[in-house]
């Protein structure tokens, strides 16, 4: 319990004191016009509040991530909390928050873009086909899961398919019409919803004197799993997760003022740490060890632990609750998912959105896809999500960073991150079944040796870019002109 609690403090802690000071190292400007004013098309650039902004947010970068991936990761015991509150602090809010507050500079461009103008051009189409397959990914599974969750919720009453069909629904009008109709209309009560049921369990957790592990050195390593790289790729959303940087342009086009980016970009990431502290904690201590949530997981996965643990810590009434505050996670990262899809091949194509035809024009292909992609078994392809995933938050932290360097910052704060998680991402691959299937010797010194000539090619970027004075933010002058 000590472990947990001082876990979730250190969080608060870090949104009050790294959190400050990574905004005051980017240099906030209060008085700049943001591209919801500047830029505003009635469509995606609309000015909204900083409740809604941040509970919107909050929904669109969590997904299952913040519940499924730790309760996996529960599986290499209190280990877990270390990697969510190290890597939420000092990796995942600061790429959060440099990722929205520099597509806030830059007219609310989305990672393509960005990766385009600070890393070169050529990288501009390598992470746009790494951006549209992820968001293709999620929210073709963002579609099966929630409808999975409901169709147990309801005891079979209501086929799947019609279900699956609703859902999808919903994802096109989401994906089509403007911002505020539906995402900022009906988001913060389903922000609340999510907030109220992990509030819950993490409070009864509490107390009731759960049994939750605390950290040791008997039980740092655990032996049923190697850590390095694996609970990287576990843990990703509730710690560091590239998706993110694919969600925050949204909210970088409908955010007041500079000022709030704080809040609503590092601040919802520290917020979806706690989350992920939260259903980490209740399934290492509900299922009596790793043996127990072992067995649940592999008879019916995550969201087996999520249903068990729900009705056993918050009734009946409170449970259901509780699930559907999980059903609507998925549901509210799908539906951004394809208008984050849409909204980056517009970007790529220079596809102007105000007009319904040209958003039909991009959703139709999309969704067709997404149908056809369905009826495909993922086991195999999604394994290669959490790899695309990490690798996308790592080309997130060093656009990040060659910001900050161009700009004559402390640009090793999004570096260091980056660099550890460029190691990370090599490894793996190097090392995985579906990668190269190189000994972990090998794949260990592949990783550094990759990295290594990875960052002197950095170097030479940023050096070479700040001799030509790479502009580091769209002139407001030129951008009214072509609003």
Same mark, same amino acid.
């Given at each position: 319990?000590?472990?947990?609690?001082?876990?979730?403090?250190?969080?608060?802690? =870090?949104?009050?004191?790294?959190?400050?000071?990574?905004?005051?190292?980017?240099?906030?400007?209060?008085?700049?016009?943001?591209?919801?004013?500047?830029?505003?098309?009635?469509?995606?650039?609309?000015?909204?509040?900083?409740?809604?902004?941040?509970?919107?947010?909050?929904?669109?970068?969590?997904?299952?991530?913040?519940?499924?991936?730790?309760?996996?990761?529960?599986?290499?015991?209190?280990?877990?909390?270390?990697?969510?509150?190290?890597?939420?602090?000092?990796?995942?809010?600061?790429?959060?928050?440099?990722?929205?507050?520099?597509?806030?500079?830059?007219?609310?461009?989305?990672?393509?873009?960005?990766?385009?103008?600070?890393?070169?051009?050529?990288?501009?189409?390598?992470?746009?086909?790494?951006?549209?397959?992820?968001?293709?990914?999620?929210?073709?599974?963002?579609?099966?899961?929630?409808?999975?969750?409901?169709?147990?919720?309801?005891?079979?009453?209501?086929?799947?398919?019609?279900?699956?069909?609703?859902?999808?629904?919903?994802?096109?009008?989401?994906?089509?019409?403007?911002?505020?109709?539906?995402?900022?209309?009906?988001?913060?009560?389903?922000?609340?919803?999510?907030?109220?049921?992990?509030?819950?369990? =993490?409070?009864?957790?509490?107390?009731?004197?759960?049994?939750?592990?605390?950290?040791?050195?008997?039980?740092?390593?655990?032996?049923?799993?190697?850590?390095?790289?694996?609970?990287?790729?576990?843990?990703?959303?509730? @710690?560091?997760?590239?998706?993110?940087?694919?969600?925050?342009?949204?909210?970088?086009?409908?955010?007041?003022?500079?000022?709030?980016?704080?809040?609503?970009?590092?601040?919802?990431?520290?917020?979806?740490?706690?989350?992920?502290?939260?259903?980490? @904690?209740?399934?290492?201590?509900?299922?009596?060890?790793?043996?127990?949530?072992?067995?649940?997981?592999?008879?019916?996965?995550? =969201?087996?632990?999520?249903?068990?643990?729900?009705?056993?810590?918050?009734?009946?009434?409170?449970?259901?609750?509780?699930?559907?505050?999980?059903?609507?996670?998925?549901?509210?990262?799908?539906?951004?998912?394809?208008?984050?899809?849409?909204?980056?091949?517009?970007?790529?194509?220079?596809?102007?959105?105000?007009?319904?035809?040209?958003?039909?024009?991009?959703?139709?292909?999309?969704?067709?896809?997404?149908?056809?992609?369905?009826?495909?078994?993922?086991?195999?392809?999604?394994?290669?999500?959490?790899?695309?995933?990490?690798?996308?938050?790592?080309?997130?932290?060093?656009? =990040?960073?060659?910001?900050?360097?161009?700009?004559?910052?402390?640009?090793?704060?999004?570096?260091?991150?980056?660099?550890?998680?460029?190691?990370?991402?090599?490894?793996?691959?190097?090392?995985?079944?579906? +990668?190269?299937?190189?000994?972990?010797?090998?794949?260990?010194?592949?990783?550094?040796? +990759?990295?290594?000539?990875?960052?002197?090619?950095?170097?030479?970027?940023?050096?070479?870019?700040?001799?030509?004075?790479?502009?580091?933010?769209?002139?407001?002058?030129?951008?009214?002109?072509?609003?």
């Amino acid at each position: 319990m000590i472990t947990f609690l001082t876990g979730i403090a250190l969080l608060i802690v =870090g949104y009050f004191t790294y959190g400050k000071f990574v905004e005051k190292v980017f240099g906030v400007k209060d008085e700049r016009a943001t591209p919801a004013y500047v830029n505003s098309d009635g469509v995606d650039y609309v000015p909204m509040s900083t409740p809604k902004n941040s509970l919107i947010q909050l929904l669109n970068i969590a997904g299952t991530g913040p519940i499924f991936g730790p309760i996996m990761g529960a599986l290499y015991g209190p280990v877990a909390f270390i990697w969510i509150v190290i890597g939420c602090i000092f990796a995942g809010a600061v790429h959060d928050y440099l990722t929205g507050m520099i597509s806030i500079r830059n007219r609310g461009a989305h990672l393509p873009e960005l990766a385009s103008k600070f890393l070169g051009k050529a990288m501009k189409h390598v992470v746009n086909a790494f951006a549209v397959l992820l968001l293709l990914l999620v929210g073709t599974v963002f579609v099966s899961t929630p409808a999975s969750l409901l169709h147990v919720l309801m005891d079979g009453k209501i086929a799947l398919g019609v279900i699956i069909g609703a859902i999808f629904l919903y994802y096109i009008l989401a994906t089509l019409l403007p911002v505020d109709k539906i995402i900022g209309r009906f988001y913060p009560y389903f922000g609340a919803l999510l907030v109220i049921s992990a509030v819950g369990v =993490g409070v009864t957790l509490v107390a009731t004197g759960a049994p939750i592990p605390e950290l040791s050195l008997s039980n740092f390593h655990p032996d049923n799993a190697p850590i390095f790289p694996l609970i990287f790729f576990t843990i990703t959303c509730g @710690a560091l997760s590239g998706f993110h940087a694919t969600q925050t342009p949204i909210i970088s086009r409908t955010t007041q003022r500079e000022k709030q980016g704080r809040k609503i970009f590092y601040g919802m990431m520290i917020a979806e740490g706690i989350i992920a502290m939260i259903w980490a @904690a209740a399934a290492m201590s509900l299922f009596d060890g790793y043996n127990g949530l072992n067995e649940v997981l592999a008879a019916g996965g995550p =969201g087996a632990v999520v249903s068990d643990v729900s009705i056993a810590m918050l009734g009946a009434i409170g449970g259901t609750l509780a699930i559907l505050g999980v059903v609507i996670l998925p549901i509210t990262s799908g539906d951004t998912a394809f208008r984050s899809a849409r909204m980056i091949i517009a970007e790529y194509l220079n596809i102007a959105q105000k007009k319904l035809s040209k958003r039909l024009l991009i959703a139709v292909p999309l969704f067709v896809v997404s149908v056809i992609l369905t009826q495909i078994d993922f086991n195999i392809l999604w394994r290669y999500f959490s790899w695309a995933n990490q690798a996308t938050a790592v080309i997130a932290l060093f656009v =990040g960073a060659m910001y900050l360097y161009i700009a004559k910052k402390n640009y090793f704060i999004p570096l260091i991150p980056g660099a550890f998680m460029l190691v990370m991402v090599i490894t793996y691959i190097l090392n995985a079944q579906i +990668g190269f299937r190189m000994s972990v010797s090998a794949s260990w010194i592949g990783g550094f040796i +990759g990295t290594a000539i990875l960052m002197v090619l950095f170097f030479i970027t940023a050096r070479r870019n700040r001799v030509y004075n790479i502009a580091l933010e769209e002139d407001i002058s030129d951008w009214k002109q072509s609003a």
